[in-house]
Structure formats: C-alpha cells, structure tokens
C-alpha cells in the first residue's frame, strides 16, 4: 500500500515536469496552425522552420557563438586551473573566490553589467560582444570541471616530468594535459551547452539585429507564439538532451 | 539582417589587452625569475578584472551617481519616498504597487517585498514537494530510485522560455486544461495572469533544484547509521527524525539556496504567465534600464540584488560550509 | 674515506607562510655515499631534498653542487633524480614509456633508449613487464618503476623521498637490502629521506638525524645509535629511558636517588645532565647485588624479549630482557659505566 502510494506520487511530480515538454513536442507535429486543435500529424512546422530566414540567423549565431565560447573559455579555463592549482594558499582563495563570484551573481545583474561595460566603453553591442559574455560566464564553469582532476593527480607527477629533464612547456603537453584531459572535455561540453541554452546574458549584450535563438524565441513569445517555435523548442530540446546526457556520463565516469 | 563584422573598437581592445597582458607577464617574470605555473593563470585574471570586475564597479559607479555624473544616494531613497520623482515615472510605465498588494507605495519596495515573498512561497512549496520525492527516490529498497532522479534533471535543461511557454499552451483560456474542463462540463477558469500562474511557473522551473541536491545527501547516507538507530531502538519515524533529516539537512540548505536565488531574481516568468500585472524584481531592474533608461535606478537595484544574494550565500554558507549539498552535474 | 664533497648545504634557511622550516642548515654529501636525512614528520628532512632536487628554492644560504652554487638552476637541468614518495608514476604512460620519458627528452636515439630501457627493466627484475600500464602493478612494482624511471638517466645522485612508506613491511625490508645493493653496485651517491629510524640505521653510511628545522646530529649509525648527542637523538633512535640527573663531578652521576659511576667528563660539578640508558643495556640481576632495587609492574612479550617496566620508587625504568620474572617480583638492575650516556639537557625546541 505505501508503495503504490510513493510510486504514484513520483509519477504525479514527474507528470508535471513532463506534461508541458510533452505537449510542446505534440504540438509541433499538428498539420494545423491553431494550438488548440489537432488537425492530424505533419512535418509541416519543421519544414517552414529551415525556411525562415530569421530562425537559421539565430540558430548560426546560437551555434557558432557556443562552439566560438567553448573553444576560448576551455582554452583560458584550463590554463587557469592549472595556474590557479599551483598557487599559494592565500592567492588561490583569492583566485577561488573571483571565479565563485560571476557563478552566484544572478544571471540578469551579469547581463546588465556587462552591458553597461559595453555601453560606457562606447562599444557597439552585437555579435562579438555576446561572444564576449559568454566566454566570461563558460570560464569559471570550465574552471571547476578541470580543477578537480588536478587534485586527483599525484601531486609530484609534475615535479617528476621535471625531475627528468622536462622543460616546464613540455610536462604541461605531455604530463599535465593528458591527465586533465577528461575534466577539460567536460568543461568545454558543459560551456558550449550553457551557452546554447543561454538567454539572459544574451538578451543584454546583444543588439536586437542579431539574435541567438533565446532571444529570437522571447521577441516572437511576446508577440504570439507560432508552431514554428514548436518545432524549434523540440528540436533544441533533444540537442540539449544529447549533449548533456553525454557530459552526464563523463562526469559520473571517474567516480566509478 | 545579420550584422557579424568584427567592430573598430575590437581591434583596440585586443590590442590594449594583448599589450597590457604582456607587461603583467613581463613583470612577474622579472620579479619571481623563471617560468612558474601560476603564470598559467594571468589571461584569466586579466579577463575577469575587465568582464566581472570592471562591470560590478560599474553597476556601484552608476548605482551612486546621478544622470549628470554626481554623487547621490537619491537612487536608493526611491525604496522609501513614494513622492520620489522616479517612483511617478515607473507607475506611468505601468508598475502598479497596489496590484501586489504592496503598502509603503513604492514601487521598489513593494516589488522586492513581493520577489521575496513569492521566492519564499517557492522554495516552501518546491520543499514540501520536493524532499518526499527525494526521499522516496533514495530509499534503498527502490532500485528505480536512480534513474529516476536523472528524469528529474533532464527537463530542467530545456531552455526555460520554452518551458514557460509550454505552459502557457496548457494554461491559457483556449488552452488543454480549459478544453479539458469545458469536456467534462465545468466553466471556463481564467488560469493565466495572476500570481498563482507565475508561482505555477517558478515551482516548475526550480523544483529539480531542490530535488537534487537531497537526494544526494539521502542517497550517500550510510545504511548502518539507519541500522545503528534501529538497533538503539529507535522506531522508523524516529529515526528518520533523530538521524535521516538531520543529516539531510546540508541537502537541504543546498536546495534552498539554489532554489531562492533565481527565484528572487526570477525574469521573463511573471511576464509571461503573470501578463504585466505581477512584475517581479528581475522585471522590474530590465524596464528600469531598457524601457526607462535610467541606468543609475536600475544600477541600484541590480546592486540591491547582488547584496542580497551574496549576503543569503554568505549565511546559507553558515550552515553548510562545505557546500556539500553537491552540484547540479 | 677521501673527503670528496659533491653537495655542500651552506647555511640554507627556509620559511613557509611565516614558519621557519629550515633554520641555518650546514651539510656536506660525499661522493657515492648513502646519506640518510631522518627525523619524525615536519622535521624539515623533505623540504632539504626538495631544495637539492630544485623543487624549492631557500630563502637564504648556497646550495654548492660539484664546485659550482646551482640555487637558481631549474630541476630539469640539475645532474639528480628523485624517487617520489608514492612514486608519481604518469598513469597516462606505459612502465616502458615512463622509464623511457628522461631519455625521450634527451632526444636519444630510439635504439639506444629501447636498450637502455631493457636493461633498466632487467635491472629491477621487471623485464616483460614493459607494456603493462602502471596502475596494473602492485606497490612494489611501482616502486621498483619509479626507481628504474630515475636511474635511466644516469644521474649522478639519487634522492628519494620516503620511497618505502607505502609498502608492508616485509616487502620493506627486501627493498631496503635491494636498494642498498642496487647503491654499492652503480657507485651513485643516495640521499635518502626517512621517518623510521629502522631503515635509515640498516642502509646508511651517514645519518642526518633531523628535527624542527635543525641538524640535531651528523654520523655513522653506529655512533647515532650509540652515542645520542641528546635526548631527542636518544629517544628517536631505538627505545631509550631519558632521566633527569646531575652530574656531581667527572665520572660520577646521579639520577633516580643513586649514584651511578660512568665514563663522561666535563659537564661541570652539580650540572644538571641528561641521562640516557638503553632497555637493553639494564641487566637483571638479583635484589641483593643490583645498583638500585625495584618492582616489575608490567610484563609484555615482545617476540625476541620481554619488555618489563620496573619501578624503582623515583623512577620508572623499561628493560628488555630474554629472561622473564613475574610481575609483582623485587628485582636488581645493573648498568655498567659504559652504557651510561650523559647529554646536556635538551632546550624546548
């Protein structure tokens, strides 16, 4: 008896999460354009989806924005972590608490900071300014997927590349970095999906010409939403879903 | 038209950075002879001191000057003086205190006493909801418990905008639960644009927030201190009072704090399912500067906001040093 | 023995966050010599191996390699190799590729490398283990690995920082009489760091005993082990009894209300000393003709003998002894002068 009454409630929470999700992706395959009657199954919205003009503008600036904020937060992330990793105590604190900083802020007041830097140093909001942002908020995320492996390294296993006649150049490539290399793929995972998924940074250091598709769904939500943007949520759902299922299974990986 | 043309400006910022990091490296290598790794880290502080830094002075800078530049507290005493010239101003852009029930009358601080009040209601309710299923989920004797917590998290990564608008679809006057209500012979209930939707919307979106991080305290409990209780003849509510919650409690305030903080700061959701009449103070900070203009209004509130957080943080902190909760990956 | 100095300390000081680690440190290493740096944990024994291998610079003071101060040369280009303690092996290599790494570096050629690398392997008798991925291999192997990885590179002095900590004891012991082989056949001078006295009395030819950041004793384990030069030395190495006393003239001192002939002089009339007596070296004898009398409270067997600990009124003395008496029974101790060690009284480090 208790059991059912535990299974079912799980499955009553689990039906609210998944009810809205659900009726989207139903939604997207109606032939019709009312959201309130199904006039039968069709690939019609995901058609006119690939043709309109807007939604592929945003869906490359999305896409090249998160691969571009992926590559330079992982660059810099990593490099960060290991400099950060072989600092003193007090510096590290210090480097720590700058990184934990952006990561509590909220989203809107980082957006709207950044956009007054924009704005106060008389640069034009846009394409190279999103990029800018992400980048900010991806790095500290990179730096804690990459910090972790290099606690799990043997502490002296850098010392001992240079113990052997290492430059220090060479035991980054060849000690260092491959023994980080799991946290830094993580890390870059975990920046080119918050990136995708982003919308409240993007929305203040952007221009309204070039939108990511966050904010291209916002724009057209306000005025009425198509079936379109149906056939978009879903597909950027199950993007998002593939992605992160296979950060997921990384980061659950060393564990075992 | 899409406009990807790396900007004039661009090109001096990169080289103004480019130069500047290079006299920091130069200067460092001088003072500590050789090549050490923390140097691995200066691009990144250099980055943080112009992207986070610079900003957060920024917002301080503005938050305590006035549009001519001048220093002034005015920007903080329109949260008391409904008289303030500004207050008249957000009312005209359609900010009414009363529909939120507020009391001194002005619209800051009746909407923050409002954010506050819904982000309370939130965190209660995701909570209340949230540790059954969580414990349930953790429960030894459930093997399922596993898989299902990672149900819990997949839908939090869709872009919050669709699951908001996935809830208008359902929600709204011609949506599936009025359908559903008119079939089965009920009148039509106006769901949509109230406060109750936007709570609606908020437990939605935060709830996996909570679930999380007390699973994870539940599920890495050790069986034999539940066994040890047993044993010292303690009944199972008892034990789950004297030792299960107890040591749950770090989950707890894990879930708490990522629950509370997008929730005060919560944007988009009240104007979306809440129509304009319950802003919120995240709405309230982007009007304040994109339909207002007023960057030193908006510049305190966003400060307000941050010290709010930070200062939640800081005494959430208190209780859970270690941050143990775990994190959302 | 030639005195052929290869590493000189001169006056090494180091501090960490505000505490002094290492305090004014004078030592000199011989050629192919087995230095043992010994001394419980924080002693500062580790942080003067990590100054030579160039891990750590000191803050004041010369570190002389071969005639020439090396302070400021990078560990990479220092003629030494270090052990570490758990080894620090590069998981992400093979055995082959780790031990193979200083000579990749060296650019040698692949032949060469492969030969030397064969002979290494055979040397810590691991041949046909070369493919094997390091974290396949039980902590002996490992070890044996990392002193292999070291070794390849011909240096010319071998520092290895606690290399056997993590090993059980039996396999402790063949690798200490291995390592010690392993030294006398390749000629190469070993600086060695360790906590257990054991290790360092069984492999060195010098010791170094080690403790809050100063040299507390330079010598052959013989003389460490025979003639502390104080209480801590005393103490740290093997068992010791340590009394208060006063030395009432040469040769004559008095501790636990008697007085006892030894064979120290020079500390002065009615000095306070203190006085070291090794368990073994009290003899049982009978109640009758022993210098003090007193009565055994405890009884432990201790597998070679028996340790009992005998109350002498003021004192309470441990003596091991092959041959058991009762608990409860009155007995007489002896120490003959020569086992009487005298040290001036240590100063709270």
Request: net charge neutral; glycine share 8%; with cysteine.
């Amino acid at each position: 008896m208790m059991k059912v009454l535990k299974r079912s409630y799980l499955a009553l929470i689990l039906a609210f999460l998944y009810l809205p999700i659900v009726v989207l992706v139903i939604q997207s395959f109606n032939a019709g354009s009312s959201r309130a009657v199904w006039e039968g199954f069709s690939l019609r919205w995901y058609g006119e989806l690939f043709r309109n003009k807007n939604i592929m503008d945003a869906l490359y600036v999305t896409v090249s924005i998160a691969i571009l904020a992926a590559f330079f937060s992982t660059i810099l992330g990593s490099l960060a972590a290991i400099g950060i990793h072989a600092m003193k105590k007090r510096p590290q604190a210090f480097m720590m608490t700058l990184t934990n900083l952006p990561m509590t802020m909220p989203d809107i007041v980082t957006g709207i900071s950044l956009m007054l830097l924009f704005i106060f140093t008389k640069v034009q909001r846009g394409y190279w300014t999103m990029l800018l942002a992400h980048i900010t908020f991806n790095t500290p995320y990179v730096i804690l997927s990459v910090m972790p492996k290099l606690k799990q390294m043997n502490s002296h296993a850098y010392e001992a590349a240079l113990d052997l006649g290492a430059t220090p150049v060479y035991a980054l490539f060849h000690v260092i970095l491959p023994e980080i290399k799991p946290g830094i793929i993580t890390g870059a995972l975990m920046a080119f999906t918050l990136s995708l998924d982003d919308f409240t940074v993007s929305y203040f250091t952007t221009s309204p010409l070039v939108q990511n598709l966050s904010t291209l769904i916002y724009s057209e939500a306000r005025r009425g939403i198509k079936p379109t943007m149906n056939a978009l949520s879903a597909l950027m759902f199950i993007l998002l879903l593939v992605l992160l299922l296979i950060v997921n299974r990384r980061t659950k990986e060393p564990q075992a | 038209m899409l406009d990807l043309k790396m900007p004039v400006w661009g090109t001096w910022l990169m080289a103004l950075g480019f130069i500047a990091f290079i006299a920091l490296l130069v200067l460092y290598i001088r003072r500590h002879k050789g090549m050490s790794r923390s140097l691995f880290a200066s691009p990144y502080t250099l980055w943080m001191i112009i992207f986070t830094v610079l900003p957060i002075i920024l917002i301080a800078y503005y938050a305590f000057t006035d549009a001519n530049g001048k220093f002034t507290f005015d920007n903080f005493v329109t949260f008391w003086d409904s008289n303030h010239t500004m207050n008249k101003q957000l009312i005209e852009m359609g900010f009414d205190p009363a529909e939120m029930g507020g009391g001194r009358g002005t619209v800051n601080l009746d909407t923050l006493v409002y954010s506050l009040w819904m982000a309370f209601l939130c965190t209660l309710i995701c909570l209340l909801l949230g540790y059954p299923a969580a414990a349930i989920m953790a429960d030894r004797q459930f093997k399922l418990g596993a898989t299902l917590v990672v149900l819990f998290i997949i839908p939090m990564w869709m872009n919050f905008i669709l699951r908001t608008i996935a809830w208008m679809t359902l929600l709204e006057d011609n949506g599936l639960i009025n359908k559903l209500l008119i079939w089965l012979g009920f009148e039509r209930v106006q769901l949509m644009y109230n406060s109750n939707a936007v709570q609606l919307g908020m437990v939605y979106n935060f709830l996996p927030f909570m679930v999380f991080p007390i699973y994870n305290a539940l599920a890495k409990q050790d069986v034999k201190l539940f066994e040890a209780s047993m044993d010292l003849g303690a009944n199972r509510w008892l034990t789950f009072w004297k030792v299960t919650f107890p040591l749950s409690l770090p989950g707890v305030v894990s879930g708490i704090t990522m629950v509370f903080m997008p929730a005060v700061t919560t944007f988009f959701i009240p104007r979306m399912l809440g129509g304009g009449n319950t802003e919120m103070f995240g709405d309230l900070i982007e009007r304040t500067f994109l339909t207002a203009n007023n960057w030193n209004l908006g510049s305190a509130l966003s400060l307000i906001m941050m010290v709010l957080i930070l200062l939640s943080l800081g005494l959430l902190r208190k209780v859970d040093p270690d941050g143990e909760g775990g994190s959302m990956l | 023995m030639e005195e052929q100095r290869l590493i000189t300390l001169e006056n090494i000081s180091k501090e960490f966050d505000g505490n002094t680690v290492l305090d004014n440190i004078n030592l000199y290493i011989r050629k192919n010599e087995f230095l043992t740096l010994l001394g419980p944990s924080g002693c500062g024994k580790t942080t003067t191996l990590r100054i030579i291998g160039g891990f750590e610079t000191a803050d004041t003071g010369k570190v002389i390699f071969d005639g020439k101060e090396i302070n400021d040369v990078p560990p990479y280009k220092r003629r030494v190799n270090t052990v570490f303690q758990k080894y620090a092996l590069f998981p992400h290599l093979n055995v082959r590729d780790n031990i193979a790494f200083g000579l990749k570096i060296k650019k040698m050629p692949k032949q060469e490398i492969n030969k030397r690398v064969d002979k290494m392997l055979d040397l810590v008798n691991l041949s046909g283990y070369g493919k094997r991925s390091v974290d396949s291999l039980s902590g002996g192997q490992q070890q044996r690995i990392a002193i292999a990885r070291a070794l390849v590179n011909e240096p010319e002095v071998l520092l290895l920082d606690e290399p056997l900590g993590a090993l059980d004891l039996k396999l402790r012991k063949e690798m200490q009489l291995e390592l010690k082989s392993m030294q006398q056949r390749l000629g190469i001078t070993f600086i060695y760091v360790t906590h257990d006295q054991e290790e360092a009395l069984t492999m060195s030819d010098t010791i170094v005993v080690m403790h809050g950041g100063h040299i507390q004793q330079i010598g052959t384990p013989k003389t460490i082990y025979d003639e502390p030069k104080n209480a801590f030395v005393a103490n740290f190495i093997g068992e010791s009894n340590i009394f208060k006393g006063t030395m009432v003239r040469d040769e004559l001192v008095e501790f636990c209300g008697q007085q006892f002939v030894c064979v120290d002089s020079g500390f002065g009339e009615n000095a306070p000393v203190d006085v070291v007596v090794r368990p073994e070296d009290v003899m049982l004898v009978g109640e009758d003709i022993g210098q003090v009398t007193g009565v055994i409270r405890s009884v432990l067997f201790k597998g070679v003998h028996y340790e009992m600990m005998i109350d002498t009124g003021n004192c309470v003395w441990k003596v091991h002894s092959t041959t058991m008496q009762p608990e409860g029974s009155r007995v007489g101790l002896n120490v003959v002068p020569f086992n009487i060690h005298i040290m001036h009284p240590m100063k709270e480090a």
